[in-house]
């Protein structure tokens, strides 16, 4: 069954839109990619659609994509954590639409379902958003890389992405878990490139008993980053979490443009000075490139 068509036109009247000529171009004063530019909204304008046919491991979905790009771009799939919504994560969608990319954020058919129940609605998304590629009804038909697609997840949607990417790590990108919640976990067997957000002072997922062993069990030849905020909770990727979105979203965005993408500017953002300028707001900080 085909839900009933919903378009939502976002305008971002801050943010000049510049003639772009795929996802890594950035609205900066020399072309180039900035902490400042990766912080906030990008030059897309977007649309949002809830259209999409129904899949039975998730219940329903958004997908916010960019109108302005030149095709194909890539996607990314975002699932909530436990007791949460779309509209608990749903910044996520906008945020990375507005910088290039297709964005499927998903609900779980019970908001109380288990990590591996959430890795296996994550992985009913990446279809979906391929399978978009060739509905001839669907906004984004014939405009998606579908060799292009992440995975993205908060607290018990995070533990879903590390479990998704450990059982999929050939079918996927990028995998970005947000205080990911996944007790005894060990993720050996995941190779694609693996973003781990955390907070310090996280106390729904403690970080020595979460975050950290998930990046500690991942093979030491998959490309991987640990990023541990400050004095940060378990909510500092939600949509409520306003005064951490630059930081985190900088993060996240710089992931998906190097890793998925393969835009060699993004790695200054991982190493160097631009890393180093974040350190005060840092607990903890790890790269195996």
Same mark, same amino acid.
């Given at each position: 069954? !085909?839900?009933?068509?919903? $378009?939502?036109?976002?305008?971002? *009247?801050?943010?000049?839109? &510049? /003639?772009?000529?795929?996802?890594?171009? +950035?609205?900066?004063?020399?072309?180039?990619?900035?902490?400042? /530019?990766?912080?906030?909204?990008?030059?897309?304008?977007?649309?949002?659609?809830?259209?999409? @046919?129904?899949?039975?491991?998730?219940?329903?979905?958004?997908?916010?994509? @960019?109108?302005?790009?030149? *095709?194909?771009?890539?996607?990314?799939?975002?699932?909530?954590? $436990?007791?949460?919504?779309?509209?608990?994560?749903?910044?996520?969608?906008?945020?990375?639409?507005?910088?290039?990319?297709?964005?499927?954020?998903?609900? /779980?058919?019970?908001?109380?379902?288990?990590?591996?129940?959430?890795?296996?609605?994550? +992985?009913?998304?990446?279809?979906?958003?391929?399978?978009?590629?060739?509905?001839?009804? /669907?906004?984004?038909?014939?405009?998606?890389?579908?060799?292009?697609?992440? !995975?993205? #997840?908060?607290? +018990?949607? #995070? #533990?879903?992405? &590390?479990?998704?990417?450990?059982?999929?790590?050939?079918?996927?990108? *990028?995998?970005? @878990?947000?205080? %990911?919640?996944? %007790?005894?976990?060990?993720?050996?067997?995941?190779?694609?490139?693996?973003?781990?957000?955390?907070?310090?002072?996280?106390?729904? *997922?403690?970080?020595?008993?979460?975050?950290? %062993?998930?990046?500690?069990?991942?093979?030491?030849?998959?490309?991987?980053?640990?990023?541990? &905020?400050?004095?940060?909770?378990?909510?500092?990727?939600?949509?409520?979490?306003?005064?951490?979105?630059?930081?985190?979203?900088?993060?996240?965005?710089?992931?998906?443009?190097?890793?998925?993408?393969?835009?060699?500017?993004?790695?200054?953002? $991982?190493?160097?000075?631009?890393?180093?300028?974040?350190?005060?707001?840092?607990?903890?900080?790890?790269?195996?490139?």
């Amino acid at each position: 069954m !085909i839900a009933s068509i919903r $378009f939502i036109l976002l305008f971002f *009247a801050s943010v000049s839109l &510049l /003639s772009c000529t795929g996802t890594s171009q +950035m609205s900066t004063a020399n072309g180039g990619p900035t902490a400042e /530019s990766l912080s906030h909204s990008g030059s897309f304008q977007i649309r949002a659609y809830t259209s999409m @046919p129904d899949a039975p491991e998730y219940a329903d979905a958004t997908i916010y994509y @960019p109108i302005n790009t030149v *095709a194909p771009i890539g996607g990314v799939v975002v699932a909530p954590g $436990f007791t949460e919504r779309q509209r608990h994560i749903n910044w996520w969608g906008s945020f990375l639409a507005t910088h290039g990319y297709a964005v499927l954020i998903l609900d /779980s058919n019970d908001v109380r379902e288990s990590p591996e129940v959430r890795a296996l609605a994550l +992985m009913a998304g990446v279809r979906t958003l391929r399978e978009e590629n060739q509905r001839r009804d /669907s906004p984004l038909f014939s405009k998606l890389d579908t060799t292009k697609t992440a !995975i993205m #997840g908060h607290s +018990m949607g #995070g #533990g879903g992405v &590390l479990l998704a990417a450990n059982a999929y790590s050939n079918e996927l990108s *990028a995998a970005i @878990p947000l205080t %990911p919640w996944q %007790p005894d976990g060990n993720f050996g067997d995941i190779t694609v490139p693996t973003l781990i957000i955390a907070g310090e002072v996280d106390s729904i *997922a403690p970080v020595a008993d979460h975050a950290w %062993p998930h990046y500690q069990s991942l093979a030491t030849e998959t490309q991987r980053a640990f990023l541990e &905020l400050k004095d940060g909770d378990h909510f500092i990727a939600n949509s409520a979490a306003q005064t951490t979105h630059p930081l985190v979203g900088r993060y996240a965005l710089a992931w998906l443009k190097l890793q998925m993408d393969g835009d060699e500017r993004y790695r200054q953002f $991982f190493s160097g000075k631009l890393q180093r300028a974040d350190s005060r707001m840092l607990s903890r900080y790890e790269l195996e490139d």
